[in-house]
């Protein structure tokens, strides 16, 4: 007889012969469907992904591009091929984001127009399992030649977007096409023994939750010889014959062996959390060996302190060590929904904070600020400063942030815990409601809490059972410091802020693990388990070897990293010099950019006279808010690094 399990993933049933082997992680990441947000500062964020970006991601994809259109035209087989060949993969992404947000605002019109888009997405797949419509209305002769040209990308995002779905609604017809795409694309070249390197990673990742959700063997498999494949020459296409820089897509030599962050930042991230999620089930040294080098590559020498990764737009990633300019920072939004991906991949791994405390930086700063309040409008790329010639847009011809974080933020509920046998660990203060079975009974926990405007969180027992169970609290690193290593530091004289537990009203001593607070009990229905971490306004300076930071200062409140912009400063950004001696005040406004902390501090003011003959000094109070918010007032300018030395300025009249 055989038999037959529950994956926690979903409910498809998979025989046990057909299960994955024991996995080398830690941790396993509690899935969003789970878990319940209630919080006041994340909900307003879902809101906007659910009444601003959904709409802009059915506007664009359906009308006013041909996204939709080409789907409709590879079922009947005729007609000419619109937009980017890489187009498909929009369409597979806001499906994830619309099935992410439904678990958070159920909307009957947005799962109609989601079921009528994968109804035209089905009847497009030709019989071998081959979905992809650029190659299906310029000819199927050219398939699977260029290694650039995003097939396995499309395939890849077509397969999250198919367990995302199935995991909400239970409708499994885009999860059928993804597998037979899969299946196609294993068949097509591991079991033929065909060379072939993604040129666009992702479909490793994806490859990894197929595996996880299907209990199938052959999806870790082909996840892993994607890996595999590359560092060995075997690159045919534009990257390596037209432009001669395997280094661009992470192909210079096998993963491995490599050392340095490489190439462009979002294939990296993407390759980098396939390869972690391969390890935990392979128990390969090799790849984390590998993933540990490169994450101390990016966190210490290339990192912004948003979180943002990828200095240049020449190749949309990484540079030389240090070179971090400001103004020209590319940052692309989908590098930083990578940082947040590959960051809970190693801290899964690991059981590590520090990589909670890069994910955290990078959520609430570098991805965030891809998305205006309202919604509707995004950054493609997020500069730390600005001479008022930055703006969000409606739209980009290559439309690949909207989507995406529009499905982080939607999906924010696959970050904020985790399990592992014989504990629960919170990673993230965000208000939520969930149950998580741990000991063969559940711990239900309903958090409450004031981030990130204030340090205040209650978390309160909701279910137990009869056994103790280990409460897993982060304790955030910014709290002693901005971000692991020293490209960044708090000034001489911030101290550490203390990280206080109480439960029911009790100061509790705790031991601390991996920057994790452990406590151990046998919990009732009702305990109230108290976390307090002080927020204050903290000066950031940098590593010396960033030379456009020098004299120059970032202020940090919390996990938040804040910028002066012109509209809250006479419109100009730009013109001060902040004093060692200034003070920092916090006030919440409530009816400022939709409710936000924001920091005056004096500061010595130079204005230039029409003329621009004198220079004037006066001291003034300076706003500042956080980076996240800039740019939804119009153009301006902004700086995030405020110079401490009059060498520094930028006067303008």
């Known amino acids: 007889m055989i038999q037959f399990r529950q994956l926690a993933v979903g409910f498809l049933l998979v025989p046990f012969s057909a299960m994955a082997q024991p996995s080398f992680q830690k941790l396993s990441p509690v899935n969003f469907s789970k878990v319940s947000v209630t919080d006041n500062f994340w909900k307003g964020r879902m809101e906007a992904v659910a009444n601003g970006t959904l709409d802009a991601c059915v506007l664009y994809t359906e009308n006013k591009t041909g996204r939709i259109r080409n789907f409709e035209k590879a079922a009947i087989g005729n007609g000419e091929h619109e937009g980017i060949y890489y187009d498909d993969s929009d369409v597979y992404k806001a499906i994830e984001a619309m099935a992410y947000s439904l678990k958070n605002h159920p909307d009957a019109e947005i799962e109609k127009k989601a079921d009528d888009w994968i109804r035209k997405i089905a009847a497009a797949q030709l019989p071998d399992g081959y979905l992809n419509t650029y190659y299906q209305l310029t000819g199927l002769d050219k398939r699977w030649l260029d290694m650039e040209r995003h097939e396995d990308y499309c395939a890849g995002h077509l397969i999250e977007a198919g367990i995302a779905y199935y995991n909400t609604t239970g409708k499994r017809v885009l999860l059928d096409v993804a597998i037979r795409f899969a299946d196609h694309i ?34 870790l498999d082909l996840a892993q010889w994607f890996l595999e494949q590359r560092g060995r020459g075997y690159g045919k296409g534009k990257i390596w014959e037209e432009w001669k820089d395997p280094d661009y897509c992470q192909d210079g030599i096998p993963v491995k062996e490599q050392k340095e962050i490489t190439g462009h930042a979002v294939r990296a991230m993407y390759m980098y959390t396939g390869a972690a999620d391969v390890a935990a089930v392979t128990r390969d040294s090799g790849y984390m060996n590998a993933m540990h080098r490169i994450w101390e590559d990016v966190v210490y020498r290339n990192m912004y302190i948003t979180g943002g990764i990828g200095a240049q737009g020449t190749n949309e990633g990484f540079g030389k060590d240090y070179d971090l300019p400001n103004e020209t920072a590319y940052c692309e939004t989908c590098a930083s929904v990578g940082m947040v991906f590959w960051n809970q991949r190693m801290n899964m791994l690991t059981g590590d904070s520090k990589y909670m405390d890069v994910l955290e930086r990078s959520l ?144 509790v001593k705790f031991a601390e693990e991996n920057g994790y607070a452990v406590l151990v009990r046998k919990w009732k229905k009702g305990d109230r388990i108290e976390i307090k971490t002080p927020m204050e306004v903290k000066r950031v300076i940098s590593h010396s070897g960033l030379k456009q930071n020098a004299d120059r200062v970032a202020l940090q409140y919390g996990p938040l990293v804040y910028c002066v ?22 006030q919440y406004e409530a009816g400022k950019l939709g409710g936000i902390n924001t920091i005056g501090f004096d500061a ?50």
């Open 604 to 653: 010595n003011v130079f204005d230039v006279d029409a003329e621009g003959q004198s220079i004037s000094t006066v001291h003034k109070t300076i706003t500042a808010i956080p980076y996240f918010v800039w740019n939804n007032r119009g153009k301006g300018e902004m700086q995030i690094w405020l110079p401490t030395s009059v060498r520094q300025l930028k006067i303008n009249p």
């Open 186 to 219: 294993d068949s097509t070249f591991r079991m033929a023994d065909r060379p072939w390197v993604s040129g666009h990673q992702e479909i490793e990742l994806a490859l990894m939750r197929l595996y996880h959700h299907t209990g199938q063997r052959r999806y």
């Open 364 to 507: 609430y700063n570098a991805a965030l600020d891809g998305l205006s309040l309202q919604g509707d409008r995004f950054f493609y790329g997020n500069p730390l400063a600005s001479s008022g010639n930055h703006q969000r847009s409606e739209w980009f011809g290559t439309a690949c942030c909207p989507s995406n974080i529009a499905r982080l933020v939607a999906s924010l509920g696959n970050y904020i815990y985790s399990s592992s046998e014989d504990a629960v660990w919170v990673n993230l203060y965000i208000g939520s409601e969930v149950k998580i079975p741990v000991k063969k009974q559940s711990l239900g926990l309903s958090m409450q809490t004031e981030f990130p405007w204030k340090g205040t969180t209650t978390i309160t027992v909701t279910e137990s059972g009869r056994l103790p169970v280990s409460v897993r609290l982060r304790i955030p690193g910014w709290l002693s410091a901005p971000v692991p290593g020293d490209l960044y530091r708090y000034e001489e004289g911030a101290g550490t802020s203390s990280f206080e537990v109480l439960v029911n009203g009790q100061p």
């Open 565 to 586: 912009e012109g509209a809250d400063n006479a419109n100009k950004a730009m013109n001060f010099v902040l004093p060692a001696s200034s003070k920092f005040s916090v």
